[in-house]
C-alpha cells in the first residue's frame, strides 16, 4: 500500500486497523500490550554487588600502588582539603566595633554580635576543587576549536566539474584570487627586461587533492585551457624584485628557476604575495601532518624527526628552520582531542554549576551624592561693622536635608545638617568653643588623627542611599534660622520684592540682637522639594530643581504635614496657595562613583580611600531607614548602634504649674543615672559649627504656642552595653523672646526658665523602647526619680514628685533604633536571654528550652536575616550542649525555619555565603559537647521519619543542600582542628556518626522515590543534594562505608520506574562520578591473585562481570545502570548516555591525565562498554544517515508498538526477516485485538519493549534475529563469568535514535582510540567469533554514521527542510574517522 511520509489520507485506512473488530482501539490496545510487556518482563531487579572494602585493599596493596608507574591514578592526594581563615575585608580604615565594646558587652547577644563583627572568616579548601565539576568546568580547558584544517574529498570533485570554476575556491573553503599581473620571460638564458613582460589574467586555483596551481590565460575566459601554469607545490618563496619593474616579485622554484611577475599598484602586489606566502605556509604544514603521520610510533618520534631533517631542509630551507621547535611543541601536544568535535563538547550550559558564593558584605541601594552649594535670599547686605565686605544674606540660616517618600508615606532618611552661611554671617553668632571630639563613642587614637575636627565642622556633601527608588521620593530641605519671634514676622520682609536696603538694614539690627541673646535658639523658617528620580530604575531626575521657598506653617510641622505637601506638588493649583519666600537654593545630586573619596559613615568612621589633612572636603554617609521588609533587609556586618529621638508634641495649654510656658524650648538630654549631680552623656551628635558629640540638643522653638509641634531628630550613639538607669531626660524652657529695655537689668538677663522636665527609661523587659510613647510632666527632679513607681489608692513608691496636671501624659514622643547589636523582637531577645541564664542550654530544663525555641518561629522575617549569622551560631551552639533529644529536633526545626524563610524571600544567597564564610564549628571538646555533625544527622533523622510532621520534613527535603553543607563542613573543620585526618579513615569518625549517616540516607529513600509526584521539588533537591553529600564523604570518611550508602540508595531505585526516577538516579550517578578523584576510587590497577601484579599482567574485563564491578565500583555500577537504561524509553536512554558520554569527556580533557599512558588506563575501566554496545549491536546498526532527528520522540508514541510508516528518513527495513517463533500467542492476540491481553503472561519475549513508532519488533540489519544470535555467544568472553549487564532482563530490539547512536559510538571511538595496543590485541583474541563480528559491525556503522555525504547532498537537505544543519561537519568526520583507528 503506497503511504505519503508522515500521515495516511482520510481515504485510506491501515491494515491493522481494519483488522480490529473496533476502529478507534488501535492506541487503547498497544498501551494493553506495552503494560503487559512491561510487567511480566522488565521489573526483575539487578542483583546487589557488595563493593569492596576500599581501605583494607589498598592496605593490603600498597607495596603494589606504590610500584606502580601510575600511583598518582591509584592514591587521593595527602593534603587534599584543608581549613583556611581569611581576613574580613571591610570598606573602612579600622573596625566598626568601638575599642572597648567588647569589654563592656554583658548580655549574650550583643556580645555574640560583637563577635560576629570581629570574626574573620572561616572555609574550607578543597585542593582539586576545580575538578570536581562537569567537563565544562575543569580548569585550563583548551579554548574552543575555531576551525579545522581544510580538506577536499572527492565526493565534491564531480559537483565542482559542473560548477563556475570561479566560485570554486570559496566552496572548498580554500584560498582563490585571480587578476591582471604582467609576466616577466622565463627563460633564464635571457635576462628579463621591461620590454619582455607580457600582461595575463592569472587565477588561483585548489586542486582536488589540496595543491594550488596558478594558471594564466590571455583573456579572462578561465573556461578555456591555461596558456600556463605555475605549481605553487614547487615554490620555495616569494619575495619582492623591483630591479627590472615597479610592484614585481619574484616566484622562487625548487629547481633554482623563478617566475617573475608584476602588478599595477603596490597593494595589489602586497596582496599577491600575502596570499602566496599563506598558502606556501599552508603546504610545509600539509606535509609536517603527512609525516607526522608516517612516524609509527611515539617514542622514536624525536629521532626520526631529526633523522628526516635534511629531506624537509631541503623542500623548504626558510621555514623548516624557523618552525622546528613549534613542530616539536606540535609533537607533544598531540592532535586534537576527538571529543572537541563532538557538538555536546561545544554547548555552553552551565546549568549543574555551583552558583558563586561571596562571603558578606554592606550593601546600599541607590547612592546619590547631595552637594550644597549656597542658599540665598533677595534680602541682601553687608553685615560687617564697617560695611567692608561682601553681599550676604542678613541673618544665619541652617539647611536640614531628609529624604520622604510619599508612595509608602514615610521618612526614609536620617537629618543631613547644613551650614552655608558665610563667614561674616557666622560670626554674627556668639562662639562657643567646647572641647569637640570627645563624644559618647570612645573614639580609638587612630581616628582622631584622620578626622581634622575642621574639616567636619561645616560639612556640605551627603551621600543618601535608597534601596527602593521610584519617582515619589523627594529630597526635602527645611530651613531655619536664629529664634527671633512668630514665622509670619520673621518671613515678611524676605515676601517682598520692592528695593529693600533700608529693610535689610532694619532686619540686620534685629537680627545681630537676636543672635547675641538667642543663639542658640532656632526656629523653623521655610521649606522646598525636589523629586529625585525619573524612574524606578534609579535615574536621577538631574533636571529637577527644587521648588520655591514655602514659608513654614506653625501648625503644620510635622512630617506627616509634610508628605501631605509632597502629596500636592505636582498639583499647581495647591501648591499656587502657599506663601512664597523670595530667594534661591542651590544644591546639586550626582551618581557616587565606586571610589569616591574621603567619606565616613554615619557613625563618623572613614573609609579605606580617605586622604589624612586633604584640602577634599569630607563627605558623609546618610542613614537610610531600610523598610523593614525581608527582601530589603542584608545581613548586618558593622557595628551600628543608633538612636534617634523625635520630641512630637507637648500640650501645654491647660497647665497651672507656670505663670508663662509659650515659647517653649525642649532640651534632650542622654543619662545613665538619676543622682541629682550625674552628667548627661556626651553621646548627641552635633550640629554644624558646634562640637562632633555634645551632652545636649535643642528642638526649633515656636514663638506663642503653648501646645507646640515638633519635627527636630536628635541622632544619638547609644552605649554598647544599655542597662536600667539608661534614659531621656527632656528639660522644658520658657525662652523670652523681647529683651524689652524697660524694668531693672537683671530681668533682662533672664532668657529661660525651666517649665517642667520629662523622662522616658531606654529599655523594657530589656529592649529598646521604640513604639511612640506618652510621657506626663513634672514640676521637678528630686534624686532617684526613675524610682517612681504608682501603686494605686493615692500612695506611690519612689521620691515626691509634682507633676503637671496630675500626671497626665502631655509629652507625646517617638524613637527609633537603627542598630545591629540590639534587637527589637521580642522571641530573639528571649531566647538569648535564657541561652545566657543556662549557658547557651547546658544547663536548661528541656521543657523551658524547647519553649524558647518554638516562640522563634514567630520571628519577624526581617529580624532573621538582619541577624542571621549571629542567630544561625547560636542556634548551633545549643544543638551541641543539647542534653534530650527534643531540644536537638527543636532547634534543627528552627533552623528549618530560618532557611526556609531565607529561601521564599528569594535570600539563599545569604545562606550560602555563610555556609561557606561565617560558620565555625564550635571547639570539640569529648566529654562536654558533641559535634553539630553528628546532632544534626540525628535530628535530621527524626524529622524525615514517617510519623513526623509533612510540612516541616518537606522544607527540609526542599532545602537539605543547606544541611549537608553544614554536615560537610563541620566534619572538614572536626578533623582538622581534632588533628583526627592523620588518622586511617575508618578511625577518623565513631561509629555511632558511621551510622547516623546510614540512617539519613535511608530515612530519605521513600522520600525521594515515593513522595516524588507529590513533592517533585523537594524530591529533586533533596536527591541532588544527597549526591553532593556523599561525593565529599570520600573526602572525609571510610569510602568502602561511603561505597555502601551509594549502593544501598541505588538499589531503592528499579527498571520500570517512572522516568523522573531515573532522572533522579543519573543525576545522583552523575554527581557523585563527578568527584575529583573518581579515577583513584575505581582502583584501575591489577587485582589478579599470587605474586604482586604488574599493569602489564592486568586481566582485562570486557564485560560487566561482578567482580569488575565490585573492584571498580563507581564505574562498575555506571555501566550497569547504562546498560538498564538502554533498555527504557527514548527520554531515559539520552538521560544515561549524556551521563556516560560527558564523563568521558571530563576524562579526556583533564589535565591531570594528559599523557597517552594514562588515557590507556582510563580506558581499561570502560573496556565491559564493549560488551554493552555489542549486545545492543543491532539496535546501533544503522547505516543511513540523516542529519536530522530520526525520532523527534513524543511521549504520546513512546511506548507504542507500531510498524513503522514508510517514513523517507527512516532507516528502510531489510525484506525477509522474519518475527521470532517465541513470541506468545496472547500478544498476537491482543494485536489483533482478539485475545485480552491480560489472560495470561508473556515468558521470554525477546523482543518486544518497542521504544518508538519507526522501531522494530525484530532485528533489522542481519540474516539472524537477535535470540538465534544470542545462542552463538555461548563459548564467547564471558562463558566462565556470570555476564551482569543486563542480568536477566530483555534485550529490546527498537533502532536507537540517530543522537543516542552518534554518542555511544563517540565513547566506543574514545575508548578505542584510547587503549593501548595490547588490550585491543587481548580484546580480539578472547573475543567469539560473533563477538568480533559485531565489533567490526559497529567499527563500520562508525564509518556510515561519521561519513561526510558531499556539498551536494547537504544543499538538496536544506533545500528541502527549512532545519538547522547539524555540528558534525565534513571536517569532523575525518579527524572522527582518523581517531577511530587504534593506536
Excluded at 65 to 90: H, K, S, V
Excluded at 392 to 415: C, G, H
Aim: charged share 25%; proline share 5%.
Amino acid at each position: 500500500m503506497s503511504q505519503p511520509p508522515l500521515l495516511p489520507t482520510a481515504a485510506e485506512t491501515r491494515k491493522f486497523t481494519r483488522a480490529l473488530s473496533k476502529p478507534g482501539t488501535a492506541a487503547e490496545l498497544r498501551q494493553s500490550v506495552s503494560e503487559v510487556v512491561r510487567g511480566s518482563v522488565l521489573l526483575a531487579k539487578p542483583k546487589l554487588i557488595e563493593p569492596l572494602d576500599y581501605e583494607n585493599v589498598i592496605v593490603q596493596k600498597k607495596t603494589q600502588i606504590l610500584n606502580d608507574c601510575l600511583r598518582e591514578m591509584l592514591l587521593f592526594p595527602y593534603d587534599d582539603f584543608q581549613t583556611a581563615t581569611l581576613r574580613r575585608q571591610g570598606r573602612y580604615m579600622c573596625s566598626t566595633v568601638p575599642a572597648d565594646a567588647e569589654e563592656e558587652a554583658q548580655s549574650l547577644f550583643v556580645t555574640e554580635c560583637i563577635k560576629t563583627y570581629n570574626s574573620d572568616w572561616h572555609l574550607v579548601n578543597y585542593k582539586f576543587e576545580d575538578y570536581s565539576g562537569e567537563f565544562r568546568q575543569l580548569p585550563n580547558k583548551v579554548a574552543k576549536l575555531d576551525k579545522l584544517p581544510v580538506h577536499v574529498y572527492e565526493v565534491d570533485e564531480e559537483v565542482d566539474k559542473d560548477e563556475d570554476a570561479a566560485s570554486l575556491g570559496s566552496q572548498k573553503g580554500g584560498i582563490t584570487k585571480h587578476g591582471w599581473l604582467y609576466k616577466g620571460n622565463m627563460n633564464s638564458a635571457i635576462s628579463v627586461t621591461m620590454r619582455s613582460f607580457k600582461r595575463r589574467f592569472f587565477h588561483l586555483l585548489q586542486l582536488g587533492d589540496g595543491s594550488y596551481n596558478l594558471n594564466f590565460y590571455k583573456d579572462e575566459k578561465i573556461s578555456k585551457e591555461p596558456k600556463g601554469s605555475i605549481f605553487l607545490d614547487s615554490c620555495m618563496g616569494v619575495v619582492q624584485n623591483n630591479k627590472v619593474r615597479r610592484f614585481a616579485f619574484e616566484l622562487k622554484m625548487q629547481d633554482k628557476s623563478s617566475y617573475l611577475l608584476a602588478a599595477d599598484s603596490e597593494a595589489e602586489m602586497e596582496e599577491w604575495i600575502t596570499i602566496l606566502n599563506k598558502i606556501l605556509q599552508l603546504n610545509f604544514e600539509a606535509a609536517m601532518q603527512e609525516k607526522r603521520n608516517g612516524d609509527s610510533h611515539e617514542d622514536d618520534e624525536q629521532s626520526k624527526f631529526e633523522g628526516s631533517g635534511t629531506g624537509l631542509d631541503s623542500y623548504l630551507p626558510e621555514l623548516a628552520k624557523s618552525t622546528r621547535e613549534a613542530e616539536i611543541k606540535l609533537k607533544s601536544e598531540s592532535r586534537v582531542k576527538l571529543f572537541y568535535l563532538d557538538p555536546d563538547a561545544q554547548k555552553l550550559d552551565f546549568t549543574s554549576a555551583e552558583p558563586e558564593v561571596k562571603p558578606f558584605e554592606e550593601k546600599f541601594g541607590k547612592r546619590i551624592l547631595v552637594k550644597c552649594n549656597d542658599l540665598s535670599f533677595n534680602l541682601q547686605c553687608c553685615v560687617a561693622e564697617n560695611e567692608e565686605g561682601p553681599t550676604t544674606n542678613v541673618e544665619p540660616f541652617f539647611v536640614t536635608l531628609s529624604l520622604f517618600d510619599i508612595k509608602y508615606n514615610r521618612k526614609i532618611s536620617a537629618d543631613f545638617h547644613v551650614d552655608l552661611n558665610h563667614f561674616s554671617v557666622r560670626q554674627m553668632l556668639a562662639t562657643t568653643s567646647p572641647a569637640l571630639m570627645n563624644g559618647g563613642r570612645p573614639s580609638s587614637p587612630v581616628l582622631q588623627d584622620i578626622l581634622q575636627e575642621a574639616a567636619m565642622q561645616y560639612p556640605k556633601q551627603g551621600i543618601f542611599s535608597v534601596t527602593c527608588p521610584h519617582p515619589d521620593i523627594f529630597l526635602v530641605a527645611r530651613i531655619e534660622k536664629v529664634l527671633q519671634g512668630s514665622i509670619t514676622h520673621g518671613a515678611e520682609p524676605y515676601m517682598k520684592s520692592s528695593d529693600s536696603s533700608k529693610v535689610a538694614q532694619k532686619v540686620l539690627k534685629n537680627a545681630k540682637q537676636a543672635c547675641q541673646r538667642l543663639g542658640q535658639y532656632r526656629m523653623p523658617f521655610a521649606w522646598a522639594a525636589r523629586t529625585l528620580f525619573k524612574d524606578t530604575s534609579g535615574n536621577l531626575d538631574k533636571n529637577a530643581r527644587f521648588s520655591a521657598l514655602y514659608r513654614q506653617d506653625s501648625n503644620k510641622l510635622s512630617n506627616d504635614d509634610m508628605l501631605k505637601f509632597l502629596a500636592d506638588f505636582r498639583k499647581p493649583e495647591k501648591m499656587a496657595k502657599l506663601p512664597v519666600i523670595l530667594g534661591n537654593l542651590d544644591i546639586t545630586i550626582d551618581n557616587v562613583s565606586s571610589d569616591f573619596p574621603n567619606y565616613v559613615n554615619s557613625s563618623y568612621i572613614p573609609m579605606k580611600q580617605f586622604e589624612t589633612c586633604s584640602k577634599t572636603p569630607i563627605t558623609f554617609e546618610v542613614e537610610e531607614f531600610v523598610p523593614c521588609i525581608p527582601k530589603h533587609t542584608q545581613p548586618y556586618t558593622i557595628y551600628n548602634n543608633h538612636l534617634y529621638v523625635y520630641p512630637k508634641y507637648l500640650k501645654y495649654d491647660s497647665q497651672k504649674s507656670f505663670a508663662k510656658a509659650r515659647n517653649i524650648a525642649i532640651c534632650i538630654e542622654f543619662k545613665d543615672s538619676d543622682e541629682e549631680d550625674s552628667q548627661p552623656l556626651k553621646c548627641i551628635y552635633g550640629r554644624p559649627g558646634g562640637p562632633v558629640f555634645t551632652r545636649s540638643a535643642f528642638a526649633a522653638v515656636l514663638h506663642h504656642h503653648q501646645n507646640p509641634e515638633f519635627y527636630d531628630e536628635i541622632k544619638i550613639e547609644l552605649p554598647t552595653q544599655l542597662h536600667g538607669k539608661h534614659h531621656l531626660l527632656f528639660t522644658f524652657f520658657h525662652v523670652s523672646c523681647d529683651s524689652s529695655s524697660k524694668g531693672s537689668t537683671k530681668k533682662k538677663d533672664v532668657v529661660e526658665t525651666q517649665v517642667g522636665y520629662s523622662w522616658l527609661p531606654l529599655l523594657k523587659d530589656g529592649r529598646v523602647v521604640t513604639s511612640e510613647q506618652h510621657v506626663p510632666v513634672s514640676a521637678n527632679l528630686p534624686s532617684g526619680y526613675l524610682g517612681y513607681q504608682e501603686l494605686g489608692m493615692g500612695r506611690h513608691y519612689g521620691p515626691e514628685i509634682k507633676w503637671v496636671e496630675g500626671s497626665k501624659p502631655l509629652l507625646k514622643v517617638s524613637t527609633h533604633l537603627v542598630s545591629t547589636v540590639y534587637t527589637q523582637d521580642q522571641h530573639l531577645h528571649n531566647f538569648f536571654q535564657y541561652c545566657q541564664k543556662t549557658e547557651s542550654g547546658a544547663q536548661a530544663l528541656g521543657s523551658e528550652l524547647v519553649k524558647y525555641l518554638k516562640s522563634l518561629h514567630a520571628m519577624e522575617g526581617h529580624v532573621m536575616i538582619a541577624f542571621l549569622p549571629t542567630i544561625l551560631n547560636q542556634l548551633f551552639r545549643v544543638l551541641t550542649r543539647a542534653t534530650q533529644e527534643e531540644v536537638a529536633v527543636n532547634v534543627t526545626r528552627v533552623i528549618i525555619h530560618v532557611v526556609a524563610q531565607c529561601h521564599e524571600e528569594g535570600l539563599e544567597s545569604h545562606l550560602r555565603s555563610y555556609v561557606k564564610y561565617a560558620y565555625k564549628a564550635e571547639p570539640y571538646i569529648a566529654s562536654e559537647y558533641k559535634t553539630v555533625h553528628e546532632e544534626l544527622t540525628k535530628a535530621m533523622t527524626t524529622i524525615l521519619k514517617p510519623s513526623a510532621d509533612f510540612l516541616t520534613s518537606n522544607k527540609l527535603l526542599k532545602y537539605s543542600w543547606f544541611f549537608f553543607d553544614v554536615l560537610i563542613k563541620s566534619m572538614a573543620q572536626h578533623l582538622i582542628e581534632n588533628s583526627k585526618v592523620k588518622l586511617l579513615r575508618n578511625q577518623r569518625f565513631p561509629a555511632s556518626y558511621h551510622h547516623a549517616v546510614e540512617t539519613v540516607v535511608n530515612m530519605l529513600m521513600p522520600h525521594i522515590t515515593q513522595k516524588f509526584r507529590d513533592n517533585p521539588e523537594a524530591s529533586k533537591n533533596a536527591n541532588h543534594s544527597l549526591a553532593v553529600f556523599i561525593k565529599r564523604c570520600f573526602t572525609f570518611m571510610d569510602r568502602g562505608f561511603v561505597f555502601k550508602q551509594i549502593n544501598n540508595y541505588i538499589s531503592c531505585f528499579a527498571p520500570g520506574d517512572p522516568k523522573t526516577l531515573f532522572e533522579y538516579k543519573f543525576e545522583f550517578l552523575r554527581v557523585v562520578c563527578n568527584h575529583e578523584h573518581y579515577i583513584p576510587l575505581n582502583l584501575p590497577m591489577p587485582f589478579g591473585k599470587g605474586r604482586i601484579q604488574r599493569y602489564q599482567d592486568l586481566q582485562l574485563d570486557y564485560s560487566l562481570t561482578d567482580e569488575f564491578c565490585r573492584n571498580h565500583f563507581l564505574v562498575g555500577l555506571l555501566l550497569r545502570e547504562v546498560g538498564t537504561a538502554l533498555q527504557e524509553c527514548r527520554e531515559v536512554r539520552l538521560i544515561a548516555i549524556s551521563v556516560l558520554k560527558n564523563l568521558l569527556i571530563k576524562h579526556s580533557f583533564d589535565d591531570r591525565y594528559a599523557s597517552r599512558s594514562h588515557q590507556a588506563r582510563i580506558a581499561t575501566l570502560y573496556l565491559p562498554l564493549f560488551g554493552l554496545l555489542i549486545e545492543n549491536v543491532q539496535r546501533i546498526n544503522v547505516r543511513d544517515v540523516s542529519p536530522f532527528p530520526v525520532n523527534p520522540g513524543s511521549t504520546v508514541k513512546e511506548e507504542s508498538l507500531l510498524l513503522p510508516a514508510a517514513n523517507p528518513l527512516v532507516t528502510p527495513q531489510k525484506p525477509g526477516i522474519t518475527l521470532d517463533n517465541s513470541l506468545h500467542k496472547d500478544l498476537f492476540g491482543a494485536i489483533s485485538g482478539i485475545a485480552s491481553p491480560y489472560t495470561t503472561s508473556t515468558p521470554n519475549i525477546n523482543s518486544v519493549r518497542n521504544a518508538d513508532s519507526r522501531g522494530s519488533l525484530i532485528s533489522t540489519d542481519s540474516g539472524n534475529s537477535l535470540p538465534e544470535r544470542n545462542t552463538e555467544k555461548s563459548n564467547s568472553l564471558d562463558k566462565h563469568q556470570q555476564s551482569g549487564t543486563l542480568g536477566n532482563s530483555v534485550v529490546r530490539c527498537d533502532k536507537l535514535d540517530q543522537s543516542e547512536i552518534k554518542s555511544l559510538l563517540m565513547c566506543f571511538l574514545y575508548i578505542l582510540k584510547s587503549m593501548s595496543d595490547d588490550a585491543l590485541f587481548t580484546y580480539w583474541n578472547k573475543a567469539s567469533t560473533s563477538e568480533l563480528m559485531d565489533f567490526f559491525t559497529i567499527s563500520e556503522v562508525c564509518l556510515h554514521q561519521f561519513q561526510y555525504m558531499g556539498k551536494r547532498y547537504i544543499a538538496s537537505l536544506t533545500k528541502g527542510v527549512a532545519l538547522l544543519l547539524p555540528a558534525w561537519n565534513r571536517n569532523d568526520a575525518c579527524q572522527i574517522a582518523a581517531a577511530g583507528q587504534p593506536g
